[in-house]
T-cell receptor, first 110, second 112 residues
Framework: SQQGEEDPQALSIQEGENATMNCSYK?????LQWYRQNSGRGLVHLIL?????REKHSGRLRVTLDTSKKSSSLLITASRAADTASYFC??????????FGKGTKLSVKP | DAGVIQSPRHEVTEMGQEVTLRCKPI?????LFWYRQTMMRGLELLIY????????DSGMPEDRFSAKMPNASFSTLKIQPSEPRDSAVYFC??????????FGSGTRLTVV
């Protein structure tokens, strides 16, 4: 069953704008991870945020985590056409397996 | 490191045929995962191994699917007999201690 649920399902923006994607999950977590998938390719790990962290940065990426609301957000600042991809949040199940949401399809127009 | 290596990249087969997908995880990683991705169902975990031992295969659709990991550097996912509804992209991923996963490029399976 899906643990993480992203919204929106699809997002279209202009190059240079910021993109925000949200994720909600159901059970308690040790960490939450965000992945990117380019069309026809495998998933690439972007960032991991632990349950005791509230915010984390990596380059143009900013991830927040609110464990009281069981939600996370991924912000991509100053987006580029190359950021066009699907973005997934994932939580770790009780035995170490990742459980993915259905993803947000981001389209950045030049 | 070459990353997680999957083969073949593409497979087209006729219904009823046996299909074998292969995966070589990253050296030193102790967990290996098989996922299936379709438009309708998204990413589904099929089975995963810790230290070559299958931990949870509850995601395997039915008895036609089987997976093995004979050693730390190789795993196979077999479908026998294959059906058109098995058409999907199958991903293998590996990790160490469950932190960031590394995914292979996937095998796109088409069963006609």
């Amino acid at each position: 069953s899906q643990q993480g649920e992203e919204d929106p399902q699809a997002l279209s923006i202009q190059e240079g704008e910021n993109a925000t994607m949200n994720c909600s999950y159901k059970t308690s977590i040790n960490n939450l991870q965000w992945y990117r998938q380019n069309s026809g390719r495998g998933l690439v790990h972007l960032i991991l945020i632990r349950s005791n962290e509230r915010e984390k940065h990596s380059g143009r990426l900013r991830v927040t985590l609110d464990t009281s609301k069981k939600s996370s957000s991924l912000l991509i600042t100053a987006s580029r056409a190359a950021d066009t991809a699907s973005y997934f949040c994932a939580t770790v199940g009780s035995q170490g397996n990742l459980i993915f949401g259905k993803g947000t399809k981001l389209s950045v127009k030049p | 490191d070459a990353g997680v290596i999957q083969s073949p990249r593409h497979e087209v087969t006729e219904m009823g045929q046996e299909v074998t997908l292969r995966c070589k995880p990253i050296s030193g990683h102790n967990s290996l995962f098989w996922y299936r991705q379709t438009m309708m169902r998204g990413l589904e975990l099929l089975i995963y191994f810790n230290n070559n031992v299958p931990i949870d295969d509850s995601g395997m659709p039915e008895d036609r699917f089987s997976a093995k990991m004979p050693n730390a550097s190789f795993s196979t996912l077999k479908i026998q007999p294959s059906e058109p509804r098995d058409s999907a992209v199958y991903f293998c991923a590996s990790s160490f201690t469950g932190n960031g996963y590394t995914f292979g490029s996937g095998t796109r399976l088409t069963v006609v």
